[in-house]
């Protein structure tokens, strides 16, 4: 290109001026708004100013027009902080996270709602619920499944009891390290503190490299780093926040058994989410226990060609169903042929609730 400037004060000269358009035209657009604020409160002043679906527009509108050098995925996580800040100047947003600091569900909030938002860490999933039934944070971040392990029983449990929706999903790909503190002697480290789900993800890895070390649970892979720090021959099991958290260095990197591992995170609120055009839905469904009653359950999501993405089975906690089942799948509830497999389910289980029509993940 003839007009490039080549050296390197041209050059700076350059991105100062862009960076000057750049400030204007975020500061335009946080304006712009703070606008749709005042148009929303007119409307309506119960309104709610976090719009799930239009965020997932958003994101992916700018993923489809990028054209680069910047990678996509690196261009919608720097949208994802505007936009996070022009949320939060239209309203501050409270999240409540499981915890303690340090934990991939903190991650997890931060990469949904971005560096604006306020995040509390609870101490239990059912904390968490609360806190959003409460009204005491706007929202809330839980883990529900992992490629590895499976389902979070707890998360799905808490469901049965509240009156939450939810509003989003996360995934993240989970990596863990084993990480030492600077006392730690790393050719004797003879004990390993994790959270049972990160060693049940490492356990492969385990086995090969420290057989004789003796594992030991705690409750937050946050916690495992916590205690290696006072200790010269311990090592934790946890991913980068709490590595950074604790000022631990990692010994060994990804050492997760398998490379695709990923967690799967909900947004739980207190509104429906409108249809974003790339949308999934959660249900849970108790059925009587008679014959057939998984099969009539499932032939009209198949007679309807509704792809299901998960399919969960917990054991009622109350006398009256023998079976619940947690069903996820593609789709928004306000489209009419999965309202009408909707309808149709109701007719034959014993309870429905619809959990929450969202968008899929764009992060
Ligand atoms: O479009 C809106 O409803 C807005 O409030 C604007 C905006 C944005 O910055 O683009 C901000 C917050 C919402 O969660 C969604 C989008």
Redesign the pocket.
Known sequence: MSDTPIDLDALRHRIDDLDADILRLINE?AA??QH??QV?SAEDPATV????E??AQ?LRRIMALNKGPLDSEEVARLFRE??SA??AL?QPIKVAYLGPEGTFTQQAALKHFGESAVSLPMAAIDEVFREVEAGAVNYGVVPVENSTEGVINHTLDSFMDSSLRICGEVVLRIHHHLLVGEATRQDKVSRIYSHPQSFAQCRKWLDAHYPHAERVPVSSNAEASRLVKTEWHSAAIAGDMAAKLYGLTRLAEKIEDRPDNSTRFLIIGNQDVPMSGEDKTSIVVAMRNQPGALHDLLEPFHRHRIDMTRLETRPSRSGVWNYVFFIDFKGHCDEPHVAAVLEEVRVRAAEVKVLGSYPFGVL
């Open positions: 657009r712009c708004a749709v604020a929303k100013f976090y719009r799930p239009r965020e958003v505007i936009m022009c949320l239209e």
